[in-house]
Structures are given as C-alpha cells and as structure tokens.
C-alpha cells in the first residue's frame, strides 16, 4: 500500500496550516487509487512533525511512503532538513520504501499554473 | 500593453533567487503575446524590489501590470506586504492599472501538480 506525505514548512498562523490539511484532502480525492493514503505533515511549528507523519503512514498500513515537499525553492530545508528528518525513520523501518520526491518548484508545470494563476480575478 | 510582474519572496541564498529569474524566463517564453513584459521582483533580501519592479515594467512601457504572488499560503505577506508595496507605486501612477492576482497556492490545480511530481523520480 502507498503513502503521499506532504511536507510543508509549518507556520505561527494556525489559518496557513489548515490551509494544507485542506489541501491533503484534495490530494486525497484525487490521487484515487494511486495512494491509499495520504498525509501531511510539517518541518517546524506544526504538527504532526515529518518522523510522525511517516510513523502514521506505516501505521495505516503503508509498505511505501512518497515524502512530497510542498516548497517552491531548493532551500536548505528541501536540500538538507528534510532528508534528515526521513533518514531516522528509514533506519527505523528498513523493510519500508521511503522515497523523497522533487520538490513542488521543479516542476516546470509551475510556469502553466502561474500564467493561469495570473488570469484569474483576484 | 500588459506586465506580468512575478512577486517571491527573496532568499539569502542566490541560487534560490536566480531559480525565480530562471522561472521568469520560463514564463515570458509560454506567456506569448498574453504579456509583452514578464518580470521579476522580490519582497525582501533580493532585488529589485516590489516597486522598482513595478517601475521597470512602466518603463518598458506596460499600461497594465499584473502582479503575482508566488507564494503557497495566504500568510501576512500576501495579505499585507505585498499590497502594501502595490500600493505606492499605484498612488504614484493613477493612470497604470495595477492588479494582484491570487497567489499560487490559492489556485486547486495545485493538487494534480502535486500529484504528478509525486510521481517523478527524484
């Protein structure tokens, strides 16, 4: 069974978090059949942090957990924390597959969505 | 004629800033003749800032400028900082039309965005 975790950084404003928890929803309706489950988690300020987030996955019955981090930028957390953050639960479940997707902003499908983004009344 | 004027946040890091310049062109190239100017500007940390943004775009000619926010979440500096940058320069130039667009994360095609780099191998 596979997992989508998406990862985001986590703020102070309680409104931005829910924000994601929505979303997660969304990509839950969506993803269909694709993923089974499908979670958030965040960096920092927020909960579940990323090491509970993946325990909740393989809780739920994940084999394979996908780790999606929701950023536009290849900052020091895509570059660094996160991996760091999955690495601890990796040696914890060997048996499990943990794979780090690319970043959101990779995707040159970004560039089609902002032109989109920018026709839209605010 | 139209400006599209891309808003990021700005980084320390020169790498990330220079992704959004990259972007940039990325846009101008799918823009086509939708926007006769694409541009960047950033709110803090890099430059050109918001308004000497908006001032470039004028000067290449725009009568209309159409700011983007790329951001995920609706936090204070969607909310606040970036209108409030907006807000000068219109106060500056009456006869320019200057609109802000939603943010990125606002727009739902985010989801299938997600879901497809999801799937890419990292």
Excluded: W
């Amino acid at each position: 069974m596979q997992a989508l975790l998406v990862i985001a950084h986590g703020s102070r404003r309680a409104e931005s978090n829910d924000e994601i928890r929505e979303l997660t929803r969304l990509l839950a309706e969506r993803a269909g059949s694709d993923y089974a489950i499908v979670r958030c988690a965040f960096l920092e300020l927020a909960e579940p942090s990323i090491p509970d987030g993946i325990e909740q996955c393989i809780r739920d019955g994940a084999g394979e957990v996908v780790v999606l981090p929701y950023f536009l930028s290849a900052g020091r957390h895509v570059a660094q924390d996160i991996p760091n953050e999955v690495r601890g639960k990796q040696d914890e479940y060997p048996h499990i597959t943990i794979r780090i997707a690319p970043y959101l902003g990779a995707n040159a499908g970004i560039a089609d969505l902002l032109l989109e983004t920018a026709s839209v009344p605010a």
